[in-house]
């Protein structure tokens, strides 16, 4: 059986799906916060998978994305005819430096913003839902497609930096042998 649509090629969401969604953006920071924790400061930028971005990436991502994604939606909100523009996130990535940064500020950014957006989506009427815009890569996109993105985005990301952690951390019960050591 193929997978469900996403709920915004089905229709208008229904508030229980809506209320799911956004308790799951509302905890998005959090997800982020306690995958870093324990990570090794001196691994941030550390890359055991390739082609990956480091934890230090992901989180400028986040704080440059959730602050993207804060814009879209007061322009879905409060503009008529509004056209969403795509970003390229590796260009970002490579010329923002977001390996020679310190995430601490990307985190409050990141923090902010979804705070913020998350007071202006409580407040949002059924025909502030019903919004629609153009996005230059995808079309059609409206503040549920805007809210069914968001919702999931902290949340892989805090995936990836747990596994990010798992792989650059010391494994618990193993020690390191110097090469010539007796056995």
Do not use: C
């Not at 941030?44 to 934890?55: N, S």
């Not at 979804?114 to 019903?130: G, N, P, V, Y």
């Not at 497609?145 to 990010?164: D, G, K, S």
């Amino acid at each position: 059986m193929p997978p469900a649509a996403p709920a915004w090629e089905r229709g208008a969401m229904t508030r229980q799906q809506r209320a799911r969604m956004i308790r799951q953006y509302a905890q998005g920071y959090d997800d982020v916060v306690n995958a870093l924790k324990g990570f090794p400061g001196d691994k941030l930028t550390a890359r055991p998978f390739r082609g990956k971005w480091t934890a230090a990436e992901i989180v400028h991502h986040l704080a440059d994305s959730e602050m993207i994604a804060a814009v879209r939606l007061r322009l879905l909100l409060a503009q008529e005819r509004t056209v969403i523009h795509a970003y390229d996130q590796n260009a970002f990535a490579a010329r923002l430096r977001y390996n020679e940064r310190d995430i601490a500020p990307a985190l409050e950014a990141f923090r902010a913003a979804r705070s913020t957006s998350l007071q202006i989506m409580r407040k949002m009427t059924a025909k502030d839902w019903s919004r629609q815009a153009w996005h230059t890569e995808g079309g059609p996109y409206g503040t549920e497609r805007w809210l069914e993105l968001a919702a999931v985005h902290a949340r892989n990301h805090a995936a990836q930096i747990a596994r990010l952690r798992a792989a650059v951390s010391p494994r618990r019960g193993t020690t390191t042998r110097k090469r010539g050591a007796a056995r």
